[in-house]
C-alpha cells in the first residue's frame, strides 16, 4: 500500500517509492505518531502597541480587536488602516538614524525568544537551524540585521530579487548556520530537514500558508531525533486558530511539553559524546564550542529572580514580561502595502487613495468597457503607481 506525507511517497516497510496507483495523504497528527514530523510548540508572541498622535493622545492596540477612534481621529487619512494589530507587527523600528534597528522592537523580541530556544536545541542537536519568513524585501534586510545584531553572526537571506537564491538555499542546507531569513523562497517542496525554529511574519494569513510553512520545521532526522519544533508567531486571533486546528491533530501526548524541557546536557557535533553545559571543549574529541547564541537572562522586576530572556512571564512570581511597543504616527502610517506582486510605498498607497473615487468615476462615465474591465484588474492601490509608469507628473 502506499501513502503520502507532504508530497512524499512512502510504502508500508516506511521505504520512499513512486507508486503508479497513487498516494494516501497522512494528517500532521499521524505524521508525528509514525515519527516522520517532530511535534510543535507554538510561542504566541505578543505585543501591545501604543501609537503617540501627539498633543497627549495615544492609542493602545491589541492583537484580539480594533482599535476605537473618536469621530476626531476618524478624520485623519488612513488612520484605522495604519492601526492593523498585524499591520503595526510587520512595521520596523529604526533609531534616531533611520537606519539602525531598534532592539526594543516587537520583531526584535519575536527573534530574541527565537535565538534562545535555537540555541537550547543545539545541545541536542547541534545543527539545528531556524526560518524567518519575511513579508517583504524591506523587512527581510531588517530582520537579517536584527539577527547579526543579537547574535553576531549574519543569516542567510534569499528573496526573488538576488541572482541565484536556490543555491543558497541549498549552502545553508549543508552548513551548520544557524538562521536563514526569506521573502516567499522557503515554501513547500523545499526540505530543509534541520530546521527546527520558525519565526512567522508573513505578508499574507492563509491557513494554507501557515501549514506549508509548519512544514518546514518539523521533518525528523530520524529514529534518534527527540526534537520539537517551535513556531514564533504573533499573538493574534487569525494565527492563533490556525494553530489551534494544528495543535489538536496531534496526539494527545506530545501536544504540550512535560516538566522541565531545558537542556542538561550538550551533544558534540563531531564525536557525538554528551557534555556537560557549561563546558567549552568536548571531553572527548577536544572539539571547541561555539560561544554563538549563549543563553541571556533578564531580572524580574517585582522580585528579582533570574530568567531566561525569552521567558514571557517569571518562573518565580508569575510577573508577565508582555512589551509594550511604542511607536509614532509617522512610523505607523509609514508601511505601505503589497499588492499582486508590487511592493509599494506609503506615499504611492495615500496618492492612490485620493486618485481612486475620482479614476473610478471618470472611468465608469466613459462608457469604455475596455477601460471598466482594467479598472476591475487592477487594484486601487496601484493607480499611483500606473501613474508614474505612464509618466504623468
Not at 82 to 111: C, E, H, K, N, V
Not at 155 to 177: G, Q, Y
Not at 217 to 222: A, F, I, N, Q
Request: aromatic residues 8%.
Amino acid at each position: 500500500m502506499a501513502h503520502s506525507l507532504f508530497g512524499l511517497p512512502y510504502d508500508d516497510a516506511g521505504a520512499i517509492n513512486h507508486p503508479e496507483a497513487g498516494t494516501f495523504t497522512l494528517t500532521y497528527g499521524e505524521a508525528v505518531e509514525l515519527g516522520y514530523c517532530r511535534p510543535v510548540t507554538f510561542h504566541r508572541h505578543e505585543g501591545k502597541f501604543t501609537v503617540d498622535l501627539q498633543g497627549g493622545d495615544v492609542i493602545h492596540v491589541s492583537g484580539h480587536g480594533s482599535a476605537e477612534l473618536t469621530s476626531q481621529q476618524k478624520r485623519i487619512h488612513g488612520l484605522q488602516r495604519a492601526l492593523d494589530w498585524y499591520r503595526l507587527a510587520r512595521t520596523p523600528l529604526f533609531q534616531p538614524d533611520s537606519q539602525t534597528p531598534r532592539l526594543d522592537g516587537y520583531q526584535a523580541t519575536m527573534i530574541d525568544w527565537g535565538s534562545e530556544k535555537l540555541t537550547e536545541l543545539r545541545h541536542r542537536m547541534p545543527n539545528a537551524g531556524g526560518l524567518v519568513i519575511a513579508p517583504s524585501i524591506e523587512m527581510a534586510e531588517y530582520m537579517a540585521t536584527l539577527i547579526y545584531m543579537i547574535e553576531g553572526e549574519r543569516p542567510f537571506l534569499v528573496h526573488s530579487d538576488m541572482p541565484n537564491p536556490e543555491s543558497k538555499i541549498k549552502a545553508f542546507r549543508n552548513t551548520d548556520k544557524r538562521w536563514i531569513v526569506s521573502v516567499g523562497m522557503i515554501s513547500e517542496g523545499v526540505d530543509i530537514k534541520r530546521l527546527r525554529v520558525l519565526i512567522y511574519l508573513p505578508q499574507g494569513t492563509t491557513e494554507l500558508a501557515f501549514r506549508q510553512a509548519v512544514g518546514r520545521v518539523v521533518r525528523s532526522k530520524g529514529n534518534t531525533d527527540d526534537t520539537r519544533a517551535y513556531i514564533v508567531m504573533p499573538s493574534f486571533e487569525t494565527f492563533e486558530a490556525y494553530a489551534r486546528r494544528v495543535e489538536a491533530e496531534m496526539p494527545v501526548s506530545v501536544r504540550t511539553e512535560n516538566g522541565n524541557t531545558s537542556p542538561k546536557r550538550k551533544l558534540c557535533p563531531v564525536c557525538h559524546e554528551k557534555n556537560q553545559l557549561s563546558e567549552t571543549t568536548c571531553h572527548n574529541c577536544g572539539h571547541q564550542f561555539s560561544a554563538s547564541g549563549q543563553v541571556r537572562q533578564i531580572s524580574c522586576p517585582d522580585c528579582a529572580a533570574l530568567n531566561a530572556k525569552s521567558a514571557s512571564s517569571c518562573q518565580s512570581c508569575g510577573t508577565s514580561f508582555s512589551s509594550n511597543f511604542v511607536l509614532t504616527l509617522d512610523e505607523a502610517l509609514r508601511t505601505g502595502a503589497i499588492v499582486r506582486g508590487m511592493d509599494l510605498t506609503e506615499e504611492e498607497v495615500r496618492l492612490a487613495e485620493e486618485m481612486a473615487g475620482p479614476v473610478r468615476e471618470r472611468i465608469l462615465a466613459s462608457g469604455d468597457q475596455h477601460l471598466v474591465r482594467y479598472l476591475q484588474l487592477l487594484p486601487e492601490e496601484s493607480f499611483a503607481r500606473l501613474k508614474s509608469i505612464l509618466g504623468h507628473p
